[in-house]
C-alpha cells in the first residue's frame, strides 16, 4: 500500500513514466501581440466530425490563461529536435532562436520542421484535477515535408523516437491530394 503523497507522486511518475507519449509544442498570441509557449505530452484527437482535438495543460502554468483569453491555439508535433523541445520547456530565455518559426493561421507560431500541424479555436476548457482540458476546433492543418524525421517521443525522463515499418509513405502530398478531393467534391454537389 502507499502510504504517503510522496509515495504516492513518484508512484505515479514511475508508472506513467513507462508509457511514451507524443511531444507537442502548443503556441498562442497574448493581447501584447507576444508569442507564448508551453510543452505538452498529452495532445489527442477528440472527434472527427467536428474536427476536434484536445491536450491537458497544468492550471498553474501562465501560458494556459494567456491561450483561453486568445481563444485559439496552435499545436506542433514536433520532430526529433530534443534541444527545441527541452528549451520550451525550461523556460530557456533564447527558446524562441532554438527553431525556425512561421506564422499560422491563428497568428500563433507554428514550428517550420513540424511532423504535423494544427490551428484550433477553443471550443471548451474543463478542470481534472491539477489540470485543465482544452478542447479546439480546428480550423487548418497540415503535414511536414515528407523528409520530416520521425515524431519526438518522452519516456522515462527521456527523448527519443521510434522506427515506423516505412518511411516512404509522403503524408504530406497524400494530405494535399485529400484537400483538393474535399474541395472537388464540394464543386461536384
Do not use: N
Not at 38 to 46: D, K
Not at 49 to 76: H, K, M, N, Q, Y
Not at 133 to 151: W, Y
Amino acid at each position: 500500500t502507499i502510504d504517503s503523497a510522496a509515495e504516492t507522486s513518484a508512484w505515479w511518475r514511475a508508472a506513467l513514466g513507462e508509457y511514451p507519449t507524443g511531444v507537442c509544442l502548443v503556441t498562442g498570441v497574448a493581447a501584447d501581440r507576444s508569442p507564448v509557449a508551453m510543452v505538452v505530452g498529452s495532445f489527442l484527437a477528440v472527434s472527427e466530425d467536428p474536427p476536434l482535438i484536445g491536450f491537458f495543460a497544468g492550471r498553474r502554468s501562465i501560458t494556459l490563461p494567456v491561450l483561453e483569453e486568445s481563444g485559439c491555439f496552435t499545436v506542433s508535433v514536433l520532430a526529433k529536435v530534443e534541444s527545441l523541445c527541452r528549451a520550451f520547456a525550461t523556460q530557456d530565455p533564447g527558446r524562441w532562436e532554438q527553431g525556425a518559426f512561421e506564422s499560422s493561421g491563428t497568428g500563433a507560431p507554428r514550428v517550420s520542421d513540424a511532423v504535423a500541424w494544427f490551428d484550433a479555436e477553443i471550443e471548451d476548457v474543463r478542470e481534472y484535477g491539477d489540470h485543465s482540458f482544452l478542447v479546439g476546433r480546428i480550423t487548418d492543418a497540415g503535414a511536414g515535408s515528407g523528409a520530416a524525421d520521425m515524431p519526438l517521443l518522452f519516456r522515462r525522463a527521456g527523448y527519443g523516437t521510434f522506427a515506423a515499418p516505412s518511411d516512404t509513405f509522403d503524408t504530406r502530398a497524400f494530405i494535399e491530394r485529400l484537400r483538393w478531393a474535399t474541395v472537388g467534391e464540394r464543386e461536384i454537389r
